[in-house]
């Protein structure tokens, strides 16, 4: 039994959680009474299935298993986490609160809400300490930021556990360390969307010319540096004081109306509603979504590559997650060093695996390998390394999107200075790729080959002497264009 989440409400918002839990391994129990709940997160779902794996580099988890409850009580019993994602009425969280602390009174309760405090949230609750606010982005699933939001009343340890099993399933909980009506982030939106209204209100701009505005310009240089970071560069040299200096006088000029709030009525709404059916009226909301997680997976996998902003936090999961394979002590039997997924980023026009994948799927099979002989990135750093001097590749069968890899490795002989292994890629029982490989030990400030250090031979040597017992494989001294035996 895996370990298990319940997600309370399954909007947008809560099918986000959801997907996000279930795709990092977790199972999840839903309870929302709308009949339709069901399929809304269905499609959440197909959603993130589609998109999530693009960010990763190492293999997703086994997806966790869904249910949909009949009761509260049935979601939450057994549940590690839960999230509350129900409408945003005070009374109405109250009683759910209740009904949930009726049967999981010390669970980690995180709420969704984007705007009340924790202390709020907390009042008549049976036990307080428990409940706090785990404010997500939308779609939960891609976005990696949850401002995670405590009162007094909430324990440092309670917590810290809430935050650790963010970051598990690839989040960035951000501690906001005082409570405040809507938190930090949507304060700032707030700010941004009243302003906005004004401008359409007023005959200014129309909503798709501001989003333009965005889109084309500032919101391309938020999304990788934030608000700070971006006017520190736009101070030049001097920095960040000379930016203040030069800009703090606008504060005193009458550019916004933040002060101000337009009249809320039919009209406004109309006016607003009807310029954005013009803006994107012609595509669905399910074609939106998907447009908005192609396009956000670009940018997160530009920032991944550079890691920086929300990249870094998708490295840190990855790396989370990238653990080593190896089975046991050297047997009579290759050794298992690798598992692995075919990503998106993986396959080619066909939808299957692209010929570099192959070796780089034996690369991380020897790496692995190297890192179990004790000539890993430290032993490198130190100025020794194994390069590789000769590979053979075979391909054997396709692989497609999805499919889970087995790197295994076969010592066939080894020296002081010489390493020559056998690697192949499985799909379950079927051969993909077999790999063979020399290995020469290297000093890498002398540029030439070198015995390798006694500690690494002596982690090599036994392996290499229990694999003598394995049988040759039929492939191994082949050439480029011979023909089977």
């Not at 009243?194 to 010319?209: F, M, N, S």
């Not at 000379?242 to 109309?270: I, R, S, Y």
Request: with cysteine.
């Amino acid at each position: 039994m895996g370990r298990k989440a319940a997600i309370i409400g399954g909007g947008v918002i809560g099918g986000g959680w959801a997907a996000r839990f279930l795709l990092n391994g977790w199972d999840v129990a839903v309870f929302d009474p709308d009949p339709q709940a069901e399929r809304k997160i269905g499609e959440v779902l197909a959603n993130a299935r589609a998109s999530l794996p693009a960010l990763s580099d190492v293999p997703m988890p086994a997806e966790g298993r869904l249910t949909f409850a009949a009761t509260i009580t049935e979601a939450v019993e057994g549940a590690e986490y839960i999230q509350e994602s129900v409408s945003e009425r005070l009374d109405l969280k109250h009683r759910v609160f209740a009904q949930i602390q009726q049967v999981a009174p010390d669970t980690l309760l995180g709420s969704s809400t984007s705007g009340f405090k924790p202390s709020e949230l907390q009042q008549q609750a049976a036990n307080p300490g428990s409940i706090f606010v785990a404010h997500p982005f939308n779609p939960v699933y891609l976005l990696p930021l949850a401002e995670v939001v405590p009162s007094e009343k909430n324990p440092a340890d309670k917590i810290e556990a809430a935050k650790e099993i963010l970051r598990e399933i690839g989040m960035f909980p951000l501690h906001i360390r005082k409570e405040i009506d809507a938190h930090i982030a949507d304060r700032f939106l707030e700010a941004v969307w009243r302003e906005a209204l004004w401008l359409v209100k007023d005959g200014i701009a129309t909503t798709e010319e501001i989003d333009e505005a965005i889109r084309m310009g500032f919101g391309l240089r938020w999304g990788q540096m934030g608000l700070f970071e971006t006017y520190r560069v736009a101070g030049g040299e001097a920095g960040m004081k000379h930016f203040m200096a030069q800009f703090g006088p606008c504060l005193q000029w009458p550019w916004t109306k933040l002060t101000d709030v337009p009249e809320f009525n039919d009209e406004l709404v109309d006016l607003i509603a009807g310029q954005s059916d013009a803006q994107s009226g012609h595509h669905s909301i399910r074609e939106l979504e998907r447009i908005r997680d192609s396009n956000l997976i670009g940018f997160l996998r530009a920032l991944k590559d550079r890691n920086w902003g929300a990249g870094k936090v998708l490295r840190d999961h990855d790396a989370r997650r990238a653990t080593a394979f190896h089975t046991g002590e050297p047997a009579g039997a290759p050794l298992v060093m690798a598992q692995m997924q075919v990503l998106p980023g993986w396959i080619d026009y066909n939808g299957h695996m692209t010929e570099s994948r192959y070796l780089f799927a034996a690369s991380e099979t020897s790496d692995a390998f190297l890192r179990l002989i004790g000539a890993g990135m430290d032993y490198v750093a130190a100025g020794h390394s194994y390069y590789t001097a000769e590979t053979h590749i075979m391909h054997l069968d396709e692989a497609k999107l999805g499919d889970r890899l087995t790197g295994t490795l076969q010592v066939l002989s080894s020296d002081e200075k010489r390493l020559h292994v056998f690697i192949r890629i499985q799909k379950g029982d079927d051969t993909v790729a077999t790999v063979e490989q020399m290995l020469l030990h290297v000093d890498m400030k002398a540029g030439k080959a070198c015995p390798a250090a006694p500690e690494v031979l002596a982690r090599l040597n036994p392996i290499a002497e229990a694999h003598k017992a394995l049988p040759r494989p039929a492939s191994v001294g082949r050439h480029v264009g011979q023909r089977k035996q």
